[in-house]
C-alpha cells in the first residue's frame, strides 16, 4: 500500500516537560460543550491532574465544540500520558451525563474497542519552541470567543471559560493556572 503523501495529519505527540498548544475537538465538531455543566467537567480534570502534578496549565479557552490549551505535561499518570488521561476522564464522564439526558446516541460509533466517542482523534499539538510563538497562541486562544463565527463576547475578560482574566486583569478565577511568562 503507498501512502499517500498529501494526505492531511495533525501531531497530538507531546513531549513531557515541554510547552505546548493543544487543541482537541469534539466528535464531528458537535457542540457538546456548549452547555457549562460540560465546560465544568474538562476544568474538573484539568484541576484533578494539575493538582497531581501530572500537568501545568498556562492558557485555555473552552468553547462549544473544541477546547485549547497551553500547557506541559510533567509526567505519565500512571501509564497513560497526562493528555490520555484527560481525555479518557472526560469522555466517561460525557457519556454518564448524556446517558442520563438520553443524548447519547449522536456520538454512537461502529467501533470494536467503544460504542460512542466525544473527542475526535486527530488533536493538535504544537511545541512553543519561542515567547514569539507562545505569545502568538496566547492571543488566538483569548480571542477565539470573539471570532466571527462564535461572537460569544465583545471582550476576551468576559468569557468565563478563558484564562483572559488572568492574563488581562491579573484575576485567578482558576486554581490551576500557572504564568506562562514564568515559564518560557
Known sequence: MVEDIFAHKRKSYIEIGEVFFWTATINQWQKLLLQDKYKDVVISSLEYLSTSGKIDVYAFVI?????????????????????????????????????????????????????????????LAIHLHSHKVALQKLKYIHNNPLAEHWQLVKDPCDYKYSSARYYELNEKSFSFLKDLWEEI
Open 63 to 123: 468553547m462549544p465544540n473544541h477546547i485549547h490549551l497551553i500547557w506541559k505535561t510533567n509526567e505519565l499518570n500512571g501509564k497513560e500520558t497526562a493528555q490520555g488521561s484527560f481525555l479518557k476522564f472526560t469522555a466517561h464522564e460525557f457519556r454518564k451525563m448524556l446517558r442520563k439526558e438520553g443524548k447519547l446516541g449522536s456520538y454512537k460509533v461502529d467501533a470494536e474497542n467503544k460504542k460512542h466517542e466525544f473527542w475526535q482523534r486527530d488533536s
